[in-house]
């Protein structure tokens, strides 16, 4: 994903010189190409967060595009006051990147892990918050956020995420609009960023057990498709939704707020990571596994539902 | 569209002093509202910069070219208001609205509101991030205007002025200026007794900045101190404007009550006595 951000950024650059890349000191193997092509847009802040957010709120004052980077928790929790104050109250267009989300970094840790990011940021005033599931999404949501008129939030996983959408089959890509990746009549599965290529793998473990699912991507938290969670949801047994995320402000928290507004008549199993997981250390998948983050595990979980 | 100087002589400056302080006492008293003494310490500060230093037009707030000031230490926006009134950029009358519902006059200063406003502060240790990126972009597009940053003594606690000071230097922003307000005394204690700064100007000429130490109410001294940093150089410029919070009212001066009282009617007549216009005691 991270790959692809800066591949597509480079085209946005070449277009926009007024585009500024700022990063906390993260990059290596990532943006030796982008700096050697673009020298004057690409600025290494330090290991300095805070600073990084209100540099960005000045350059954006003075009539730049500006890009922050660097792994979720740094530039986001670090230096949220900032990114309120600075960037959101001040209504600017910068588009903050995390890269890593949920249990990308397993070996680092639990410093280094995002299990809050969504949450933090839906609450952040005019902050679209972004998680896209491929690398077709990511190019798609950093060409959306590159002209979007005020702070935005975009969350990566890491690297070799698969590519999950055939390009010929998708018309357009809108931030706020989610994204319908395969039919079934039983249930709806939402599933957010990272945990996309899962919930397809589910749903296809599901259809071995006779259990037709349509799986959507839900890339935009906010705004979230309020219309079309509300089609997703008519007439299905259940509603599932799944993201590499804690329990509190994320996707199921989203669609769970829907659900209870709109009276909707739907059974709902949120699938989320938990508040905190007893692993110091271990691979993505095995965090993911250990959180009941699998297909197998998620798959089996609907099927008990179902049952009741 | 071409910025402009606002040149005031001596005499205009000096009378200045006075009236911006009868207008932020006005304010302070019917709001009934405090930060008086914080916007008493930092008012001549700017009344220098903006009547002997920064180029603007008040008709253009935006204008790419303008000078720009951040007041960081947001809390003492009365001062500011005053003096971006006096400067043109809305009408006087409008400082009678101050902290009214509905008002663009708020108790921190809000981007844009009123016009001049160049950022929203409030919380410290933001300013002069946010100053160091409009630097940078100054550079960057190769536009030769200034950036004054203004904070407080106690906002050097804040580690993120410390992070906007090594970039600042790191990217050799010579158009940037930070003038600390320092009247050594914070929200709860005198600085020397909550985190003491000092050696004050020495921090900051080890992080690679050009330091200047002013006294903060001298319009003399000051102009002086705002036109050396503009002087040739690759280093940012800390001006440390020694002042006296609570300037200009006996009573007020150098306490840390003023920090929150508002002015009573008798302290309001008080006041205003002790402001009318004569020479100002340096």
Same mark, same amino acid.
């Given at each position: 994903? %991270? ?7 480079? %085209? ?31 600025? *290494? ?5 805070? *600073? ?26 670090? !230096? ?6 600075? $960037? ?12 890593? &989300? ?11 892990? +995002? ?43 890491? *690297? ?19 994204? @319908? ?7 709806? #599965? ?8 899962? +919930? ?15 799986? #959507? ?9 309020? =219309? ?28 769970? %707020? ?31 596994? @250990? ?13 008990? %539902?179902?049952?009741? | ?18 009236? $911006? ?15 008086? &003494?914080?916007?008493?310490?930092? #008012? ?7 009547? &002997? ?26 001062? $500011? ?18 902290? =009214? ?117 001298? !319009? ?17 410029? +800390? #001006? ?43």
């Amino acid at each position: 994903m %991270r790959t692809t951000f800066v591949r597509t950024l480079a %085209r946005l650059a070449e277009k926009d010189p007024n585009l500024i890349l700022l990063t906390g000191d993260l990059g290596f193997t990532v943006f030796e190409d982008f700096r050697a092509r673009f020298p004057n847009q690409l600025l *290494n802040v330090g290991i300095a967060e805070q *600073n990084m957010i209100g540099v960005a709120a000045g350059l954006a004052l003075s009539g730049k595009r500006v890009f922050v980077y660097s792994i979720v928790p740094f530039v986001t929790f670090r !230096c949220l006051e900032q990114i309120r104050n600075d $960037l959101c109250h001040q209504h600017l267009p910068v588009c903050i990147v995390g890269v890593g &989300g949920g249990y990308s970094y397993g070996h680092l840790g639990a410093t280094h892990h +995002a299990l809050e990011d969504l949450g933090v940021m839906r609450t952040m005033p005019n902050m679209t918050v972004v998680s896209p599931g491929d690398p077709w999404e990511v190019e798609q949501a950093v060409l959306a956020l590159g002209t979007l008129n005020g702070p935005g939030y975009l969350r990566l996983g890491k *690297n070799k995420e698969p590519l999950l959408h055939q390009p010929a089959t998708i018309s357009e890509f809108v931030l706020g609009k989610s994204i @319908v990746m395969r039919g079934g009549d039983d249930v709806t #599965i939402l599933a957010t960023g990272t945990m996309l290529e899962t +919930a397809l793998l589910a749903a296809a473990l599901l259809e071995s057990k006779k259990i037709q699912s349509t799986v #959507i991507s839900v890339h935009t938290l906010k705004p979230i498709d309020r =219309q079309g969670i509300l089609a997703a949801a008519d007439n299905k047994k259940l509603l599932i939704t799944i993201e590499e995320h804690g329990p509190f402000g994320g996707l199921a928290d989203a669609i769970s %707020r829907i659900i209870a507004e709109e009276g909707l008549p739907v059974q709902f199993l949120p699938i989320t990571a938990p508040e905190s997981i007893d692993v110091v250390t271990g691979s993505h998948s095995h965090f993911r596994s @250990v959180a009941g983050l699998t297909a197998e595990k998620i798959s089996a979980r609907i099927l008990e %539902r179902l049952k009741k | 569209m071409p910025s402009s100087l606002h040149p005031r002589s001596a005499k205009e400056l000096c009378n200045l002093q006075y009236s $911006l302080r009868r207008d932020i006492l006005t304010m302070a008293h019917r709001s009934k509202t405090g930060h008086i &003494g914080s916007a008493f310490s930092v #008012i001549d500060i700017l009344i220098n910069a903006y009547f &002997g230093h920064l180029k603007y037009d008040p008709k253009h707030p935006l204008a790419p070219d303008r000078d720009r000031l951040i007041l960081s230490k947001g809390h003492a926006c009365a001062a $500011l208001y005053a003096v971006l009134a006096e400067a043109g950029f809305f009408p006087k009358q409008e400082l009678e609205t101050y902290l =009214q519902d509905g008002s663009r006059l708020a108790g921190h200063p809000h981007l844009g509101s009123p016009p001049g406003t160049e950022a929203s502060t409030g919380s410290l240790g933001h300013g002069l991030s946010i100053g160091t990126g409009m630097a940078l972009a100054a550079k960057l597009d190769e536009r030769d205007n200034k950036t004054v940053v203004v904070i407080s003594d106690g906002e050097c606690d804040e580690g993120a002025v410390w992070e906007a000071a090594l970039t600042a230097r790191q990217w050799k922003l010579s158009s940037l200026t930070c003038i600390i307000d320092y009247n050594k005394i914070q929200a709860f204690g005198r600085t020397e007794d909550v985190v003491n700064l000092e050696p004050f100007a020495d921090k900051w000429r080890s992080f690679g900045w050009r330091v200047l130490e002013t006294d903060g109410h001298d !319009c003399t001294a000051l102009l002086s101190a705002l036109k050396q940093s503009i002087e040739p150089s690759d280093q940012p410029m +800390a #001006i440390i404007a020694h002042t006296i919070k609570g300037k200009g009212v006996s009573f007020m001066e150098n306490t840390i009550d003023w920090h929150y009282w508002s002015p009573s009617d008798e302290h309001f007549k008080k006041a205003m006595i002790e402001l009318s216009p004569s020479p100002m005691p340096q």
